[in-house]
């Protein structure tokens, strides 16, 4: 650091330097002091950054130095490129390994050859996978079935949710063209949840499957997964061709419930749940951008080819 740089670190606001302007719309032509544009930033970010006061972003944005620390020299890390950096890929396989048996994968079973799953950018993108999972393995099924998954007059895929649903289900709908059938949460209830009963009677041929949300955004109550898993078990008795099958949003709750009593279970104890998604960061002390899927099966009829790819050019 220059003398210059270092009078400008400790007298900044008295300096020259602190009248200049952040960029608006136009790269600059001239490049800017470090100091300066670090301070910059600091002084646009100061009403916000203030992490211990954080309260509205589902997340708690502050945490131990230590991992301050490691993040910090991770950072020219790609972690993407998991031919390059095997050991930052190896913790990753252990965290999705110890949150599958969280989540009820029997311990005799072992990732990836029993079952598999991944590390998202938070829960949002968790649940894409989950109904892009769902989507493409109905797919598979309608057509050896014989049905025209190209004839979307008759055979639009359709997902079935609960009203209370997170805005990401929304987007998938959106940008998969899959119609979006939302369940009016349950009237006269004390828990505003998903009404199964209506949920059951949305079911059809071109179902792709049922969200069954455990944690509510807006009500705070779960869906009750065990019920709506035995009663999926009766509808697929009858359409062993087509089977329907249950993804469990617990962005807010997967964290939890495994270490509380009073759950009924809700996880893969459950025979028709096929993948589970969570958030890493809404339980204290954990920096917000991290979120994990699992499916129970390391096969194609729970994670089908298409999503699945290998490259050859990195590393």
């Avoid at 009016?184 to 009677?201: R, T, V």
């Avoid at 709750?253 to 009073?262: K, Q, Y």
Wanted: negative net charge; hydrophobic residues 35%; glycine residues 8%.
């Amino acid at each position: 650091m220059t003398e210059k740089d270092q009078a400008l670190e400790q007298n900044w606001l008295g300096s020259t330097e602190s009248g200049e302007d952040l960029p608006d719309q136009d790269i600059p032509e001239q490049a800017m002091n470090p100091t300066v544009a670090k301070q910059l930033i600091q002084h646009f970010r100061l009403n916000e950054a203030k992490a211990d006061q954080n309260l509205t972003t589902f997340c708690t944005t502050q945490m131990e130095p230590e991992a301050d620390e490691l993040m910090k020299e991770a950072m020219n890390t790609n972690a993407i490129d998991k031919t390059e950096y095997p050991k930052t890929a190896a913790m990753c396989d252990r965290c999705v390994a110890m949150i599958g048996h969280m989540w009820g994968i029997p311990e005799d079973e072992k990732f990836p050859k029993d079952y598999i799953g991944t590390s998202t950018v938070g829960s949002s993108e968790g649940c894409m996978l989950g109904g892009l999972g769902m989507l493409f393995t109905w797919k598979h099924r309608a057509k050896a079935a014989g049905i025209n998954i190209n004839d979307l007059d008759h055979h639009r895929p359709n997902l079935i949710i609960g009203s209370g649903y997170q805005v990401v289900w929304q987007k998938f709908c959106t940008y998969w063209n899959v119609e979006m059938r939302q369940v009016p949460l349950k009237k006269g209830s004390d828990e505003l949840n998903l009404n199964i009963d209506e949920a059951m009677k949305l079911v059809d041929e071109n179902t792709i499957g049922i969200v069954a949300i455990f944690g509510i955004t807006y009500t705070g109550a779960i869906d009750d997964v065990q019920a709506l898993d035995q009663r999926v078990s009766e509808y697929n008795q009858s359409h062993p061709d087509l089977p329907l099958r249950i993804h469990v949003d617990s962005a807010y709750n997967g964290f939890f419930a495994p270490w509380v009593s009073g759950f009924k279970p809700w996880d893969f104890r459950l025979k028709n749940v096929a993948s589970i998604n969570v958030s890493g960061h809404k339980y204290g002390m954990v920096y917000p951008g991290i979120g994990w899927i699992v499916w129970r099966k390391n096969n194609y009829d729970y994670l089908p080819k298409e999503l699945r790819f290998s490259v050859q050019y990195l590393g």
